[in-house]
């Protein structure tokens, strides 16, 4: 079995089924969505807007993006829940001491503008918060990103700070903005908005 699968199998046991959502499902991302992880993510528009994702993205670099997850890092695939098909990617790093998790997400270019983003990121914290029993969630993004800014707002993160990270696709050190959620925080949330 190579690596790629083993990694899969390993990620697909203990409390990796699906997470629903009104209009989503979060399932568990095969070797068969990687064609269309290299087609979406391979947008300049999203690649430069991580900092993972090089540029041109090939299959080939899809396949070792996947081979390379660190232990404990979960990945979703954000799709239709009829027909399954993949509309982006979500997932999260924890911590070394397992109380908190980077959170990370992208949207194909073609279902822009439509709440996805945030309806998936929501139902990871929920997840994140409750199953996995995170403490804090964190995440960042580049300073010339004000879709992810928004989705981060809506989302109920608070900013903590400024740094500079890494972008592949870019092949620099670019500005950006970090932003925290606690479980205590996102709790209070929750009632508000029931
Ligand atoms: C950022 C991204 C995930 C948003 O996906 P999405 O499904 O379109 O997000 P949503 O529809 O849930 O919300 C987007 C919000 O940003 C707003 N927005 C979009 N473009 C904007 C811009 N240029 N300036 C300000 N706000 C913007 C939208 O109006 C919406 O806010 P609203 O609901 O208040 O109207 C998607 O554009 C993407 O994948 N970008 C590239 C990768 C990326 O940035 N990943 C995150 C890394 S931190």
């Not at 699906?18 to 499902?25: F, K, S």
């Not at 972008?167 to 949330?189: F, M, N, V």
Request: hydrophobic share 35%.
């Amino acid at each position: 079995m190579s690596r790629l699968s083993q990694l899969l199998k390993r990620r697909s046991v203990g409390g990796h089924e699906p997470i629903r959502t009104t209009r989503l499902v979060l399932r568990q991302l095969t070797t068969d969505d990687l064609p269309d992880v290299a087609t979406l993510a391979g947008d300049w528009g999203i690649a430069s807007m991580t900092a993972r994702i090089p540029y041109p993205y090939t299959l080939a670099d899809a396949r070792q993006w996947l081979d390379g997850l660190e232990e404990g890092e979960v990945v979703r695939a954000i799709a239709t829940p009829v027909d399954g098909r993949l509309l982006g990617l979500t997932g999260y790093l924890p911590s070394r001491d397992g109380r908190r998790a980077e959170i990370g997400y992208w949207i194909g270019r073609p279902y822009w503008g439509n709440g996805y983003a945030t309806e998936a990121a929501s139902a990871l914290i929920a997840f994140g918060f409750t199953s996995a029993g995170f403490e804090a969630l964190t995440c960042c993004h580049f300073s010339d990103n004000p879709a992810s800014r928004r989705v981060i707002e809506k989302l109920g993160f608070k900013a903590t700070g400024n740094c500079s990270c890494w972008s592949e696709a870019r092949r620099i050190q670019s500005p950006a903005e970090q932003y925290e959620l606690t479980r205590r925080d996102w709790r209070q949330l929750t009632r508000r908005r029931r």
